[in-house]
C-alpha cells in the first residue's frame, strides 16, 4: 500500500483493488526519437519499475501491442519484468491487443498468464533477416562503389556488393543460435501447457483461437472482463506512464524538450527509415 494511502483511514479510501497496467505497443528495436517513440528497456524499464511498486496489488497487468523486432530488446524487456516479478513478488498477467508476435510473443512469455482475443495474432517463434541488394543501381548510375577494410569479412552483407553463398550461410548460423534461445524459452515459460505440435516452432503465427488449442496462451477474454472477474468488480485499472486513466483516455507520447530546426530534421529523417522498417514489421501480420 502507498505510504499515503496508510495514513489515509480505511472509511476515507476508495473501494477497490488498484491493478497497475503496462502498455507495450509498437515495434521493438533501439534507437527512436521524440516524435516517434520505440520499444525498447530504455523506455520501457521507468514504467516497469513504477508499476511493480505499487505494494498494494498482487498483480501487475502488462498489455502487448508488437510486431516483433530485435531479439535482444525483447528478451531484455523480458528479463526485466520476471526479475521485478520475483524481487516484488508479484503475478504477471499479459494481454495480447492486434498481435504479440516474434520479439511481441517472446515479451509476453514473462507472463505468468497470457490472454488473448480470438482474432488476435500471436506466435511467429523465429528468426527473420532482411533487407535490399543495389548492385545494379550503382552501375546504372555511375556510382562506383569503394569499401576499404582491414579483415577480410568487415563487409559481409553489404548491400551494395553482389549477394555472396558464403556470407548468407554466416548469417544463417547466426539466426540459428537465436532461434534456439527463443525455443528454449517458450519451452521454460509454457512448459507442458504447450501442445505436441511441431510447427509451433516454424515461424507460422496463429489467432488467438489456435494459439490457446496450442498452449501458447492460457484463455481469450479482454482486460478489464479478466480483473474484475479476478479481482472484483470493483477493481480498477490505473495505466502506468500516462497522465490519465486507461479507460477511454489518451495515451501520451513522450516529448521531453524542445527542439532546433536541425534535430528536428535529422529526428525527421532518421523517423523516415526507422517508419517504413516498422510498417514491413506490422505488414507481414497482415496489420
Not at 251 to 262: F, I, M
Request: charged content about 25%.
Amino acid at each position: 500500500m502507498d505510504f499515503l494511502t496508510r495514513l489515509t483511514p480505511k472509511r476515507f479510501r476508495k473501494k477497490g483493488m488498484v491493478i497497475p497496467v503496462v502498455r507495450l505497443s509498437g515495434a521493438i528495436m533501439t534507437g527512436g526519437n521524440q516524435f516517434k517513440p520505440t520499444l525498447n528497456l530504455a523506455t520501457v524499464a521507468p514504467m516497469l519499475e513504477k508499476a511493480f511498486a505499487k505494494k498494494a496489488s498482487p498483480v501487475v497487468v502488462i498489455s502487448i501491442n508488437s510486431p516483433g523486432g530485435s531479439p535482444v530488446q525483447s528478451r531484455l524487456i523480458f528479463q526485466r519484468i520476471r526479475a521485478l516479478a520475483e524481487e516484488k513478488d508479484k503475478k504477471v498477467l499479459v494481454f495480447v491487443e492486434d498481435v504479440a508476435a516474434s520479439g511481441g510473443y517472446m515479451i509476453a512469455l514473462a507472463g505468468d498468464e497470457i490472454f488473448a482475443d480470438p482474432t488476435s495474432i500471436v506466435g511467429s517463434i523465429g528468426v527473420v533477416s532482411g533487407g535490399f541488394g543495389f548492385p545494379e543501381l550503382l552501375r546504372k548510375i555511375g556510382v562506383e562503389r569503394r569499401v576499404y577494410t582491414a579483415g577480410e569479412n568487415k563487409v559481409i552483407l553489404d548491400p551494395f556488393q553482389p549477394e555472396k553463398e558464403g556470407d548468407v550461410e554466416y548469417l544463417k548460423t547466426l539466426q540459428l543460435e537465436i532461434h534456439k534461445v527463443f525455443i528454449e524459452m517458450v519451452k521454460m515459460r509454457r512448459g507442458e501447457r504447450l501442445a505436441d505440435d511441431p510447427t509451433i516452432f516454424s515461424g507460422l503465427f496463429w489467432t488467438g483461437l489456435r494459439g490457446l488449442e496450442l498452449g501458447l496462451i492460457d484463455g481469450l477474454g479482454e482486460m478489464r472482463g479478466v480483473v474484475k472477474r479476478r479481482f472484483g468488480k470493483d477493481a480498477k485499472l490505473e495505466l502506468i506512464g500516462g497522465t490519465r486513466s486507461l479507460f477511454g483516455r489518451r495515451v501520451p507520447g513522450v516529448l521531453s524538450r524542445g527542439l532546433g530546426l536541425g534535430e528536428i530534421a535529422g529526428s525527421a529523417g532518421a523517423g523516415l527509415a526507422e517508419g517504413i522498417e516498422e510498417r514491413a514489421l506490422w505488414s507481414r501480420y497482415g496489420l
